[in-house]
């Protein structure tokens, strides 16, 4: 009884080992041939099932006619000689495991097949924040019946890198400090791939030189005013001649020319504060001074 139940084990184990699949992956609306690996050739009978449902079938006690079951029928042929199993226009509700049977007996050979839809053209969506010296970068597309999928990304002309469906790039990224560099994606499957459009630069050269430019007017504009400045002073300086205090006359012209009413009015009160002054002081008090002009002596009385 033991010998008969370890021969069983060995059998089973022996059947796992010797038995063989084959994992297949086919596109959406493609077409496969399953072949068995028998060489017994026109079998009195033929069956092929996916699990345990039949797809085709055929046994000369029958005839020659082949039956064709559920959604196979129409789109599956069966070559009763080689006992080859061709399917069209493969859908998602064919993946499964295929075995074959001669003779009423199971073949080793099996095929796992899974059926992927292509994938789709991806678009890059870019996100950065406020000052845009960083940004994140989505390789985006529908992926419903095309996984699993595998995300690529190129910079520039550089090689091809499988990094995830995220991006992250920085305007100080020593690899990417050019900002003429633009970005592509990939999206890859085990039966199709196909690339986004690029996007970039990102980070916009006339940006910097804007700003610069900017820098540049105003330093232009300061230099201009200095200029225009130091050519009146030299062209009212030749004009009224050299003054007794240059820069403080020079100064009274500038604010009189942009001030103008308001420099006559102060100095108007100035004149009628003194003439005030000089009404005020008696006669007595005016003495003449060294020229010969009579001058207001009550601040500075001559002592006896």
Same mark, same amino acid.
């Given at each position: 009884?033991?010998?008969?139940?370890?021969?069983?084990? #060995?059998?089973?184990?022996?059947?796992?080992?010797?038995?063989?699949?084959?994992?297949?992956?086919?596109?959406?609306?493609? @077409?496969?041939?399953?072949?068995?690996?028998?060489?017994?050739?026109?079998?009195?009978?033929?069956?092929?099932?996916?699990?345990?449902?039949?797809?085709?079938?055929?046994?000369?006690?029958?005839? !020659?006619?082949? @039956?064709?079951?559920?959604?196979?029928?129409?789109? !599956?042929?069966?070559?009763?000689?080689?006992?080859?199993?061709?399917?069209?226009? #493969?859908?998602?509700?064919?993946?499964?495991?295929?075995?074959?049977?001669?003779?009423?007996?199971?073949?080793?050979?099996?095929?796992?097949? @899974?059926?992927?839809?292509?994938?789709?053209?991806?678009?890059?969506?870019?996100?950065?924040?406020?000052?845009?010296?960083?940004?994140?970068?989505?390789?985006?597309?529908?992926?419903?019946?095309?996984?699993?999928?595998?995300?690529?990304?190129?910079?520039?002309?550089?090689?091809?890198?499988?990094?995830?469906?995220?991006?992250?790039?920085?305007?100080?990224? @020593?690899?990417?400090?050019?900002?003429?560099?633009?970005?592509?994606?990939?999206?890859?499957?085990?039966? %199709?791939?196909?690339? %986004?459009?690029?996007?970039? =630069?990102?980070?916009?050269?006339?940006?910097?030189?804007?700003?610069?430019?900017?820098?540049?007017?105003?330093?232009?504009?300061?230099? #201009?005013?200095?200029?225009?400045? %130091?050519?009146?002073?030299?062209?009212?300086?030749?004009?009224?001649?050299?003054?007794?205090? !240059?820069?403080?006359?020079?100064?009274?012209?500038?604010?009189?020319?942009?001030?103008?009413?308001?420099?006559?009015?102060?100095?108007?009160?100035?004149? %009628?504060?003194?003439?005030?002054?000089?009404?005020?002081? =008696?006669?007595?008090?005016?003495?003449?001074?060294?020229?010969?002009?009579?001058?207001?002596?009550?601040?500075?009385?001559?002592?006896?």
């Amino acid at each position: 009884m033991h010998i008969q139940i370890i021969t069983l084990i #060995l059998l089973c184990l022996a059947k796992d080992v010797f038995s063989t699949n084959e994992n297949v992956l086919c596109k959406l609306g493609d @077409s496969i041939v399953l072949k068995s690996d028998s060489d017994t050739n026109s079998p009195s009978s033929i069956l092929w099932r996916l699990g345990q449902n039949k797809v085709a079938d055929f046994d000369k006690d029958f005839g !020659t006619t082949v @039956s064709y079951y559920g959604e196979f029928n129409s789109r !599956t042929t069966l070559d009763t000689t080689t006992g080859e199993l061709k399917i069209t226009g #493969l859908r998602k509700t064919d993946e499964g495991v295929y075995s074959v049977e001669f003779n009423s007996k199971r073949l080793e050979k099996t095929y796992t097949l @899974s059926v992927l839809k292509p994938v789709p053209k991806p678009a890059i969506i870019v996100s950065c924040n406020d000052n845009k010296i960083s940004c994140t970068l989505t390789c985006d597309g529908d992926t419903a019946g095309a996984e699993p999928v595998t995300y690529w990304w190129k910079v520039g002309e550089g090689n091809w890198e499988n990094i995830g469906k995220l991006l992250t790039v920085t305007k100080s990224d @020593s690899k990417l400090n050019q900002n003429g560099y633009k970005y592509t994606c990939k999206l890859k499957n085990g039966v %199709s791939e196909k690339d %986004s459009d690029p996007v970039g =630069p990102l980070f916009d050269s006339k940006q910097s030189t804007n700003v610069g430019s900017v820098i540049g007017w105003i330093l232009f504009t300061l230099l #201009l005013i200095a200029v225009i400045i %130091s050519v009146g002073f030299c062209v009212w300086r030749n004009k009224t001649g050299p003054p007794n205090n !240059t820069l403080k006359d020079f100064r009274r012209s500038v604010l009189f020319y942009f001030g103008g009413n308001k420099e006559q009015e102060n100095q108007g009160r100035v004149e %009628s504060d003194t003439k005030g002054k000089d009404e005020d002081v =008696p006669k007595d008090k005016l003495l003449p001074n060294e020229d010969g002009d009579v001058t207001n002596n009550v601040e500075n009385p001559v002592l006896g």
